[in-house]
C-alpha cells in the first residue's frame, strides 16, 4: 500500500472487553513498530518485529498485551480485559530494512482506544 | 539506561527563528532522528543525523554532537503550519522518543 495503515481509527472499550488493533505497514518493509501514546506525551516503545519475529516486547506493559505478525506484513496488537489506564493513541510504524540499520519510520495514523 | 529530554513547550512569533534542544543518554547510538507530529496526526521523517554538524534542508536544519549527546533542530521564517510537536528519537533499534516538543506559532 501507499502507507501504513491502521484500524480501527477509533476504538471505545467498555473496561474488561478485549480488542484487537490492526497494522498494516507498508509492503516489503521488514521492521515493524507498536507504539503507544498518551496525550502530550511521546510515543512510547511496546514492541518489534523483523519480519515475523518478535524480536523485543520490552515495552509491553503486562501480560494483558500481546503483539503478533505471522506471515511477516499485518500486524495484530490484541489487549486482553483493558482497563482505564490502557486509553491511548495506539500507533503503528514500519521501515524498509531490519534491525541495526537505523532508518527513518513510517508511521499510521494511529488507533485512539478509550476505554470507559 | 535511556533518557531523552527536550523542552515541553515553545512559543515563537511567525517569520521568526527557533532552536528545538535535544539531549539524549541511549546504548547503542546510531545517529539522531527529529519527527514533526500535528496535533491528532501521525509523526512523520524531518531529519536524520549520523555525523556530527549541521544538515541544513530548506527551512529545517538540524545539529549534532556526538560526543556531548545533544542536537538541536533549527526552523527559520516560522510559518503558522509549523504549530506541532517536535520529536526527538536517538537511533537505537529501539527507535525510542523523547515527550516531544509542543511549538506555537503566533501571527
Known amino acids: 500500500g501507499a502507507g501504513v495503515s491502521q484500524s480501527p481509527r477509533y476504538k471505545v472499550a467498555k473496561r474488561g472487553q478485549d480488542v484487537a488493533l490492526r497494522c498494516d505497514p507498508i509492503s516489503g518493509h521488514v521492521s515493524l513498530f507498536w507504539y503507544q501514546q498518551a496525550l502530550g506525551q511521546g510515543p512510547e516503545f511496546l514492541t518489534y518485529?523483523?519480519?515475523?519475529?518478535?524480536?523485543?516486547k520490552s515495552g509491553l506493559p503486562s501480560d494483558r498485551f500481546f503483539a503478533e505478525r505471522p506471515e511477516g506484513s499485518v500486524s495484530t496488537l490484541k489487549i486482553q480485559r483493558t482497563q482505564q489506564e490502557d486509553s491511548a493513541v495506539y500507533l503503528c510504524?514500519?521501515?524498509?530494512?531490519?534491525?541495526?540499520?537505523?532508518?527513518?519510520?513510517?508511521f499510521g495514523s494511529g488507533t485512539q482506544l478509550s476505554v470507559l | 539506561g535511556q533518557n531523552i529530554d527536550q523542552p515541553t513547550e515553545m512559543t515563537a512569533t511567525e517569520g521568526a527563528i527557533v532552536q528545538i534542544n535535544c539531549t539524549y543518554q541511549?546504548?547503542?547510538?546510531?545517529?539522531l532522528f527529529w519527527y514533526q507530529q500535528h496535533a491528532g496526526e501521525a509523526p512523520t521523517f524531518l531529519s536524520y543525523?549520523?555525523?556530527?554538524g549541521l544538515e541544513e534542508k530548506g527551512r529545517f536544519s538540524s545539529f549534532l554532537s556526538r560526543s556531548k549527546g545533544y542536537s538541536y533542530l533549527l526552523l527559520k521564517e516560522l510559518q503558522m503550519k509549523d504549530s506541532a510537536s517536535y520529536l526527538c528519537?536517538?537511533?537505537?533499534?529501539?527507535?525510542?522518543f523523547g515527550t516531544g516538543t509542543r511549538l506555537k506559532v503566533l501571527a
Open positions: 543525523n549520523v555525523l556530527d
Open positions: 528519537s536517538p537511533g537505537t533499534y529501539k527507535y525510542i
Open positions: 518485529f523483523q519480519n515475523e519475529a518478535q524480536l523485543d
Open positions: 541511549t546504548s547503542g547510538f546510531n545517529g
Open positions: 510504524a514500519s521501515s524498509l530494512e531490519g534491525f541495526g540499520t537505523n532508518e527513518k519510520l513510517f
